[in-house]
């Protein structure tokens, strides 16, 4: 069992807007800013698309944008591609003890 | 532009011990801005953080893993290292190692290899 909670999947039409949550605890997600998300296409390695909860890498675009209200964050994609159509996972830092902790993944659909 | 690549044995016996390298290429190791860890994803689960480590030699794992996991630097050699002992089946999975965030906590993995796959198996 992950120690962030994340739907098993969602789905959208391209051209439309999902959010796919991550809840945590006051321990982790809502104990600091520092909330990222990854976006993983069969058989390929996991790809950083948010940092700081909201902050994007060079490169994604800003179709992809994260935020954070207590112990939930979420991704927001918006104008649905079908290239957008990947495993997402959210990723927290959890304290001086356990460090670092995953979601258990969503799957995004793009019907 | 900053590479990572990752090789060792693709096949581990019950009871020994895993042993991998991730090698960096395109840009220094002695970053005193970022950790190089590890990440593991068994075959159809999401992804597990092991552990990291600094050119400095600080290093912080998971406390699940602890027990069993050493993971090392070699600055000379642009390379770091995961050792996993007593290894069942439960760590046959892919083994990806990624460039990790730091300020001044480790955070956020924004450069990974392309992974490895390890099977425990007799």
């Known amino acids: 069992q992950s120690a962030l909670t994340q739907p098993r999947s969602v789905s959208g039409s391209p051209g439309q807007s999902v959010t796919i949550s991550c809840t945590g605890t006051s321990s982790d997600v809502g104990g600091y800013d520092f909330v990222s998300w990854y976006q993983q296409h069969p058989g390929k390695a996991p790809k950083l698309m948010i940092y700081d909860v909201n902050k994007r890498p060079s490169g994604v675009p800003d179709r992809f944008s994260g935020s954070k209200s207590g112990n939930t964050a979420s991704l927001t994609i918006s104008g649905l591609q079908a290239e957008d159509e990947a495993d997402y996972y959210c990723c927290s830092y959890a304290g001086s003890y356990t460090f670092i902790v995953f979601g258990g993944g969503t799957k995004l659909t793009v019907l | 532009q900053l590479q990572l690549q990752e090789s060792g044995p693709g096949l581990v016996k019950p009871s020994e011990t895993l042993s991998l390298t991730c090698t960096v290429s395109g840009d220094s190791i002695r970053s005193s801005s970022y950790y190089w860890g590890w990440i593991r994803q068994p075959p159809g689960k999401g992804l597990e953080w092991i552990g990291s480590i600094h050119y400095s030699g600080s290093s912080y794992y998971n406390p699940s893993l602890k027990s069993r996991l050493t993971i090392s630097i070699d600055t000379s050699k642009s390379q770091f290292s995961l050792k996993l002992s007593s290894v069942t089946a439960a760590d046959t999975a892919v083994y990806y190692c990624?460039?990790?965030?730091?300020?001044?906590?480790?955070?956020?993995?924004?450069?990974w290899g392309q992974g490895t796959t390890v099977t425990v198996s007799s």
């Open positions: 990624a460039r990790v965030g730091y300020s001044p906590i480790v955070k956020d993995m924004d450069v």
